[in-house]
């Protein structure tokens, strides 16, 4: 199982947290600076997992088989101890890393791919995906993550079925806005397709509002 997925910059700065398993608020805050100290610290010929004891745990009494209540992490006891210990799972692109944090259940190698096809799915989304989208379109990067993963399980790897899946929501984004607000989409062909093209010959509905209104000015 998923219990968590993450992003954070070269400096420790979080760009993306997503729990899938309920623990303590003072934890999540914690843990990108945790993980950035201990994937930060690794040589660079080491592999990209690391089993992590104690990541997602704090204080509390364990019961055997039972998830521990007073620290709200993911620590057990008994034999399923070390199929629930955590692992951290992680992937440097450029200044960004993308850390899956599992249990002993999941593959390494299969959380690595995974990792490769979310980066991909963003990059197709964003066109060359840097770190200032994952900032200023936080909720189009989450969606692209509910398209791989749901409730800590794995529900798409094909990167594809992500891309369409994320374009048809683009669309029927389009349309609701379209949809209710008609003015809006008045003169939108006049408008560049690409970001910052240029508006001349665009009618804003304020114009538009008043040629309606008075036919004859400007015809002079």
């Not at 964003?126 to 692209?144: K, P, R, S």
């Not at 939108?188 to 665009?202: E, Q, T, Y």
Request: hydrophobic share 40%; with cysteine; glycine share 10%.
């Amino acid at each position: 199982m998923i219990h968590a997925v993450l992003i954070f910059n070269t400096h420790g700065t979080a760009r993306l947290a997503k729990f899938y398993t309920p623990t303590a608020a003072n934890t999540r805050a914690a843990l990108p600076r945790r993980i950035f100290e201990l994937v930060s610290s690794r040589p660079a010929g080491l592999c990209n997992f690391l089993d992590a004891p104690g990541l997602l745990t704090d204080t509390g009494t364990n019961r055997t088989g039972d998830l521990q209540a007073g620290g709200g992490g993911w620590e057990w006891e008994g034999e399923e101890r070390e199929l629930q210990r955590a692992r951290v799972v992680y992937r440097l692109y450029a200044t960004l890393y993308f850390v899956f944090v599992v249990d002993g259940a999941e593959s390494e190698l299969g959380v690595l791919d995974l990792i490769q096809v979310f980066v991909e799915s963003l990059d197709r989304a964003f066109e060359n995906v840097c770190e200032l989208d994952l900032v200023f379109h936080f909720d189009e990067v989450h969606h692209i993550l509910a398209e791989l993963v749901q409730g800590g399980l794995v529900l798409e790897t094909n990167v594809e079925e992500i891309t369409r899946a994320v374009q048809e929501r683009q669309r029927a984004q389009k349309a609701s806005y379209a949809a209710d607000n008609p003015l809006a989409a008045i003169g939108s062909g006049a408008v560049g397709g690409s970001r910052g093209g240029g508006l001349r010959g665009l009618q804003t509905p304020l114009g538009w509002i008043a040629n309606r209104a008075f036919p004859t000015v400007g015809t002079r």
